[in-house]
């Protein structure tokens, strides 16, 4: 053999080695399943502020209202038949209401004189107008200013029971206490 064909041998082996080389890495590589991800790691829980550094809030309970509260501790006064004297078990209640009054200086009351559907319309109305004052009277000896007591009779006109028995009837001789603004 020639020496230039001998040359030429490493060359062509060399070509050689490149094209199979070059070949190889066309073939699909084989591919692993990916390894499941690793759990997150929590994040470092971040310092909360010291107790004297975070702003202070107050817990806040909304009182009640002057009216709220009239609505829980005044209570009406109830009246015998065809009588416009507080009775003897309804005193306890005057005076309690009267104890509201005083405590509570910014209240006004309207106090509405009632009866039962027996007798005229205006007996009635005369009736519950001095049930109304009566139950007044009671309030200005304890104290409260009359600037703040209003009186009115609605005689038979407006019932809080409209049957015709004795337990109705009780609940209409009444003189029922009204919030005033």
Not at 79 to 104: C, G, M, P, W
Request: some cysteine.
């Amino acid at each position: 053999m020639t020496y230039r064909k001998l040359q030429l041998y490493p060359v062509l082996l060399a070509l050689a080695v490149v094209f199979l080389s070059a070949g190889c890495a066309k073939k699909a590589a084989k591919v692993t399943p990916a390894a499941p991800p690793a759990p997150a790691t929590p994040a470092p829980a971040v310092a909360a502020k010291p107790p004297a550094e975070q702003p202070k809030v107050a817990a806040v309970t909304p009182s009640p209202s002057d009216e709220d509260l009239f609505a829980r501790n005044v209570k009406d006064v109830f009246f015998d038949y065809n009588k416009s004297d507080i009775r003897t078990d309804e005193t306890t209640t005057a005076d309690q209401d009267a104890v509201f009054l005083r405590q509570h200086p910014n209240v006004k009351v309207l106090i509405e004189g009632h009866c039962d559907d027996r007798g005229s319309i205006e007996y009635n109305l005369a009736l519950g107008t001095s049930r109304a004052e009566s139950v007044k009277q009671t309030l200005l000896q304890e104290g409260i200013p009359a600037d703040r007591i209003r009186t009115i009779s609605y005689g038979k006109e407006k019932p809080f029971c409209t049957q015709d028995d004795e337990q109705c009837w009780q609940q209409n001789r009444v003189d029922h206490f009204a919030f005033q603004h």
